[in-house]
């Protein structure tokens, strides 16, 4: 839960820290504090970061809780402890962690040159690279299914099959569905995840693909196919996405 740091330490050095920036990286949420000090956490799969008031009980699993002056208090709560919490003591450390882990943000940094080169001399599959936090930051296996089937392209094509048109689909296609997932709140299949202020997301009433099997393709109406790719469902249209 503390890779980088242990609870004494977080107990010395945050409080009384002012926060200057909230910002994101990737899967990773970025807290700037003052005297160059990062409070880094990450979800991995059950983690929530809930905003509560002072008198609020704390949740069951309630593994991090920062109280601020206006009385609101942060919380970190994660039933299966799969999440993580860094505090990293430099912007230079910071960086480097995330350097050394993370490829261009697939929000803020992509566009079709910068795809064309990450692909370039690649020969794996396109779904499993975009799962490559190395290769692209912030793509999940949910919305790669999704913008692979908005790009019309088949889960097992090799990167080095793709055309520069299909290259320009699929960069414009990542972006439009992480945007609408922002818009509509997140991808809830169960209560684990909620937002900020404990709503559940909207996202899963407008899936395409993802978690679809058997259903009719919102596109053509063949029937939502599922494989496996290393231990990871993939749903995709056999018709709007030929191999």
Known sequence: MLPTSTEAELQAIVPGLAVKTVDRRGKYLLIELEQDQWLVIHRKMSGNVFLRSADAPPETHTHLEIGFDDGVLLRFVDPRKFGRVYLFRSTVELNEFLAERLGPDSLIDLDAAVLATKLRGRTGRIKSLLLDQA????????????????????PL????????????????AIKQVLVRGIERNGTSFSATYRDVDDRPGENQSFL????????????????ISRILIGSRSSHFCPRCQKR
Request: charged content about 30%; proline content about 6%.
């Open 135 to 154: 290769f692209l930051a912030g793509i999940g296996n949910l919305y790669a299914d999704e913008a692979l089937w908005e790009a019309r392209l088949h």
């Open 157 to 172: 094509r090799s990167a080095d099959s793709l055309s520069k048109g299909e290259v320009r689909r699929l960069a414009a």
């Open 208 to 223: 395409n693909a993802y978690g679809r099997e058997s259903e009719p393709c919102p596109r053509c109406g063949r029937p």
